[in-house]
């Protein structure tokens, strides 16, 4: 086991002591695994801290939702959007997106996430897929002069907390390009963002009560700069 994966497999049974990882190739885009919770023990009744734990703090970095796996399939079908470019990947989660950016050309990627779980997932992630991430836990933190350098912003299932939607206008302030993945808000309204591809995908491990998530919008907006 290597010391990326070690270390996120720790973190995750500091909250459910008996989860273990695998990695799991995305059906949408099979070329790109992850470390995502192995549900192969997860049928049995949960310890009420278990449930707890689910509910109060899930581990969301240890499963892959749509609007990740869209993106990444987005960014297969058109390269163009990210090739030679410097991207980052906000609120990242497990990577996916960055990962796809990575592997299609894209000249510099960085994963920003405020859970220092999220960006040990990304780490054990990128080794998984041999590409080469940088990692910040705090966006609104860059140095200026790479904040003037970004060319793409990659946004996917930012919106599970609706009091993330004005974070939408402050990417504008940073970025000229953005693109946006999600499945919870249906009908978005927010200045410059623009629906322009749809999709559906299933979060994995499969967690059926979510059955509404798995269409997933793709916005684009243009920056104030």
């Not at 749809?198 to 491990?205: C, I, K, M, R």
């Amino acid at each position: 086991m290597s010391a990326a994966l070690n270390e996120l497999t720790v973190r995750l049974q500091k909250s459910l002591p008996t989860a273990n990882l695998i990695a799991t190739s995305m059906p949408l885009t099979p070329w790109l695994k992850l470390w995502l919770l192995d549900d192969s023990n997860m049928d049995r009744p949960f310890s009420p801290e278990e449930v707890r734990v689910i509910w109060e703090a899930p581990p969301y970095w240890s499963f892959c939702w749509a609007s990740g796996q869209i993106m990444a399939q987005y960014i297969e079908q058109h390269p163009s959007s990210i090739k030679n470019r410097v991207v980052v990947d906000f609120g990242a989660g497990s990577g996916i997106a960055a990962i796809a950016a990575a592997k299609f050309g894209a000249k510099r990627v960085i994963v920003c996430d405020i859970d220092q779980d999220a960006i040990a997932s990304c780490k054990a992630n990128a080794e998984l897929n041999d590409v080469n991430l940088e990692f910040n836990d705090d966006f609104f933190s860059l140095e200026e002069q790479l904040l003037e350098n970004i060319d793409v912003i990659l946004a996917a299932d930012v919106l599970y907390d609706r009091d993330n939607i004005p974070l939408l206008t402050e990417l504008r302030q940073r970025c000229n390009n953005i693109l946006m993945a999600d499945s919870r808000v249906k009908n978005l309204n927010v200045e410059g963002y623009t629906k322009f591809a749809e999709g559906h995908a299933e979060t994995l491990p499969p967690l059926e009560r979510f059955d509404e998530f798995k269409h997933v919008i793709i916005y684009e907006a243009k920056g104030f700069l």
